[in-house]
């Protein structure tokens, strides 16, 4: 099993940044990929950046430019930097981590944190 605590979210006005952390305990051995999808109300919960264990990250088209996903493998934490936020931005970001065990690809969530821009 894999812990995930998650911080940094909050209330910020629009054009401000945030920065979320996410670090992960527990059985950290073989995590490869980390990452962040988030869910605004009233809609799926998306994808919003990861991040492989050779540090390829994938970003949605939405926030290209703004946000930067990176990682700390001896801290076993994922960072997403979030600049020039918009009123869109507004949900409940979720930290994922992604483990490679056999043929088996096993995920784990964080609770989440709530990230509310306003305009």
């Known amino acids: 099993q894999v812990q995930l605590v998650e911080s940094g979210g909050g209330l910020v006005q629009a054009g401000g940044s945030l920065r979320l952390s996410c670090a992960a305990s527990?059985?950290?051995?073989?995590?490869?990929?980390m990452g962040w999808y988030r869910q605004a109300p009233g809609k799926q919960r998306e994808l919003v950046a990861d991040i492989k264990s050779d540090d390829s990250t994938n970003y949605a088209d939405a926030v290209k430019g703004r946000f930067t996903i990176s990682r700390d493998n001896a801290k076993n934490t994922v960072y997403l930097q979030m600049n020039s936020l918009k009123p869109e931005d507004t949900a409940v970001y979720y930290c994922?981590?992604?483990?490679?065990?056999?043929?088996?690809?096993?995920?784990?969530w964080g609770p989440g944190t709530q990230v509310t821009v306003s305009s």
């Open positions: 527990g059985s950290t051995f073989s995590i490869y990929v």
């Open positions: 994922y981590v992604k483990r490679i065990v056999g043929s088996n690809r096993p995920v784990f």
